[in-house]
């Protein structure tokens, strides 16, 4: 079964939050994992909105800390799905943080993760190609085959970590 490609634009979702004190570290700056946990969110449903299925996250290629978000900016993450394979998508997510005061805006992180489409029987299951738009989405799949390829590379050199390394206690 082959199923229709979709726009890049139509997998696009957008969260935004205002950070707040309790948000942040002893820097006033919002925590790393704080972060992380907006970034997979955004980012599973942009996945969802493309396959129409429920979605895992495979993997978290990388998230790139440019600039601090301090407390009482807003923190806006904008996601969408650069390149599919058969069951699998990779999922863009743009951070920026705007001062509301100033209105000064800027990129202040960049991610890649990549998500499982599962279907009704719990098992991976196909989801559609993407037709990119913009030049921003246009780049990101023209380069997406490199980034598969590395990722492939990666994810073989965990299982051999995981292997050489077991389930055993340093000190067993």
């Known amino acids: 079964m082959s199923l229709a490609p979709k726009a890049s634009n139509v997998s696009r979702s957008v969260q935004s939050t205002y950070v707040m004190p309790p948000d942040t570290n002893n820097h006033q700056t919002l925590y790393g994992g704080k972060l992380m946990s907006y970034i997979d969110n955004v980012a599973a449903r942009a996945a969802m909105r493309h396959a129409r299925q429920q979605v895992v996250t495979a993997s978290t290629d990388s998230i790139d800390f440019l600039y601090p ?15 599919t394979h058969k069951t699998s998508m990779e999922v863009f997510v743009k951070i920026i943080s705007e001062n509301l005061l100033t209105g000064e805006r800027m990129v202040c992180a960049t991610s890649f993760l990549t998500f499982v489409a599962i279907g009704e029987d719990g098992k991976p299951t196909e989801v559609p190609g993407v037709i990119p738009g913009t030049p921003e989405e246009k780049h990101l799949h023209e380069t997406a085959p490199a980034r598969a390829q590395a990722r492939k590379e990666r994810r073989l050199e965990s299982r051999k970590l995981a292997e050489a390394f077991g389930t055993k206690r340093p000190w067993e």
């Not at 978000?69 to 390149?83: D, N, P, S």
């Open 69 to 83: 978000i301090k407390v009482g900016q807003e923190v806006c993450l904008e996601a969408f799905v650069t390149w």
